[in-house]
Structures are given as C-alpha cells and as structure tokens.
C-alpha cells in the first residue's frame, strides 16, 4: 500500500501543473492590494528558494562534493527560518518555531529519501517517502489550524503531497542521470510552488485584511 502511495505522489509530480481548489483560484481573480502584491511576491521568493538550495543539495550530494552540499544544506536551514519568521510575523513567535520544526522534518526527510536513492537503498526510499507524506499533512493541519476559513486542510495536502512528489522525482531523475526529466520537473515544481506560495499570501491577506 505504501508503494501505491509512492506511484500516486509521483504521479502528480510529473503532471505539468497542479490544479489548484475553486477557493485558491478565486484568489487569482481578486484585485490585489499592493501590501498584497508585496506579501505574495516575498513568499514567492522565499519559496523558490527553498526549491533552489534542495535542488543544490541534491546535484552536490550526487557529485560527492561535500563542500558545495555542506554550504548549500546551511541555505536550506537559513531559508527555512526565513519563512518561518514571514509567518511569525502574522501568527507569533510559537507559530513561528513550530513551522521550523515542520519544515526542519519536510527536508530531513527529503535527506533521506536522497541517501537511500542514491545508496539504492528501495526499501529506505519507501520509507522516507511515507515521512514525506506524513509530513506534508502535519503542515497542512498546522497552517488549517491558523487560518481555517482560507487554508482548507485537504488542499492544502494535495499541495504539499505534489511539492514533495516533486523533491523525490527530482532526486530519482538525478540519480539516473536523467537530466532532461529533472529539467521537465524542475519547471513544474516552480510552477507548482509559486501555487503555494499564492495560495498562503491570499489566506493571510483575507485573515488580516486590515494590514493590507
């Protein structure tokens, strides 16, 4: 059954974009703010980041230099408490280091899920898979639990089950050495995260529209 998990979130990281709820769409049809527009394009940034220094972990991690992996996983750490400090910046310090520790869990299991691939370890990439999966719903009820009315917890699932597809067809596509389909999901994952990305600036905007 694992595995059959494994095959579905696989099966959305190649699709060429995610499709994103009526809810979340709805955003993109609002007349935007320019605090609005400044929030979603800040947490694009961050976001984008967070894919470029896992994608660097991953090509320096395969090449075996250690030294570009090293300096490229600090990024990954610094990244994370950039975003986390954009949403304590609305929901406060505790909610702050609790999406941290979330985050802290998304990568280290996204480490492992690397390792084990490139170890061709099958039985270890299964089992990160199943953190990843795992993971991707404790964020999902920590931001549903901050913002219930905007951030629907079962799209915000789907999102983050298709974000950590993503991670894992990249590392298998790099392990291959299959470079034009780590280039093909590299462009759906930007896509895809710019989604979530939206998707969290629209729910903060409509929870505090008085600071915007």
């Known amino acids: 059954m694992l595995k059959k998990a494994f095959t579905i979130i696989?099966?959305?990281?190649?699709?060429?974009?995610?499709?994103?709820?009526p809810a979340f769409?709805?955003?993109?049809?609002?007349?935007?703010?320019?605090?609005?527009v400044e929030l979603r394009l800040a947490l694009r940034d961050l976001w984008i980041g967070?894919?470029?220094w896992v994608r660097s972990v991953v090509y320096a991690t395969k090449s075996g230099d250690t030294e570009a992996a090293k300096v490229a996983e600090e990024n990954v750490v610094k990244n994370a408490k950039d975003i986390a400090s954009a949403v304590a910046s609305f929901y406060?310090?505790?909610?702050?280091d609790k999406l941290f520790n979330l985050l802290a869990g998304h990568y280290g299991a996204i480490?492992?899920?690397?390792?084990?691939?490139?170890?061709?370890?099958?039985?270890?990439?299964?089992?990160?898979?199943?953190?990843?999966?795992?993971?991707?719903?404790?964020?999902?009820a920590f931001l549903n639990s901050a913002n219930p009315k905007n951030w629907p917890k079962d799209t915000l699932v789907s999102l983050l089950v298709a974000h950590g597809g993503h991670h894992m067809?990249?590392?298998?596509?790099?392990?291959?050495?299959?470079?034009?389909?780590?280039?093909?999901v590299w462009e759906n994952m930007k896509k895809h995260i710019y989604t979530i990305a939206d998707a969290l600036a629209g729910g903060i905007e409509k929870q505090f529209p008085k600071k915007f």
Do not use: C, W
């Not at 769409?25 to 609005?36: D, L, N, V």
């Not at 492992?112 to 953190?131: N, P, Q």
């Open 10 to 21: 696989l099966a959305l990281a190649i699709i060429p974009a995610f499709t994103a709820s």
């Open 25 to 36: 769409a709805k955003e993109k049809t609002m007349r935007e703010s320019p605090k609005g």
């Open 50 to 52: 967070h894919i470029f």
């Open 92 to 96: 406060g310090k505790e909610a702050g």
């Open 111 to 140: 480490k492992e899920y690397l390792t084990t691939a490139v170890a061709g370890d099958m039985a270890g990439k299964d089992a990160a898979a199943d953190k990843i999966k795992k993971n991707a719903d404790e964020i999902a």
């Open 169 to 184: 067809a990249q590392i298998n596509a790099v392990v291959a050495k299959d470079y034009g389909t780590e280039a093909t």
